[in-house]
């Protein structure tokens, strides 16, 4: 059964980072680009960033450009979000799922997982 483990999420200040992780099981992560995507409290889900089967390829929603960056160890079967720059409204519920980028928005078409809190307060 293919399965995402989202870890990583925590309280942190505005201006802090935090380093989510993404693991996969039952499966070889790197058949996939791999995506994370946050739902904040009465607010749709939406696509935060998505990264290619090799890693060769990034897109970034434009709320987090040049504050977040997605990478992968497909040799560890992992995906990470490295945040800086955190800011309150960056507090979500992080989630990752295989994803494809087209135009300016990143989709998502796996199953959702638990998911992971990030607080961003002071």
């Known amino acids: 059964q293919l399965q995402l483990v989202e870890s990583g999420g925590g309280l942190v200040q505005p201006g802090g980072s935090l380093r989510l992780s993404c693991a996969a099981s039952g499966f070889t992560l790197d058949y996939y680009a791999i995506g994370w995507f946050r739902q904040a409290p009465g607010k749709e889900r939406e696509g935060v960033s998505c990264?290619?089967?090799?890693?060769?390829?990034?897109n970034y929603a434009d709320s987090v450009k040049g504050r977040f960056t997605i990478s992968r160890d497909n040799a560890k079967n992992t995906v990470y979000l490295q945040m800086n720059s955190l800011k309150p409204e960056d507090t979500a519920v992080y989630y990752c799922t295989p994803c494809q980028a087209i135009a300016t928005k990143i989709y998502g078409f796996g199953s959702w997982g638990q998911g992971t809190q990030v607080t961003v307060s002071s």
């Open positions: 990264i290619s089967r090799t890693g060769g390829s990034t």
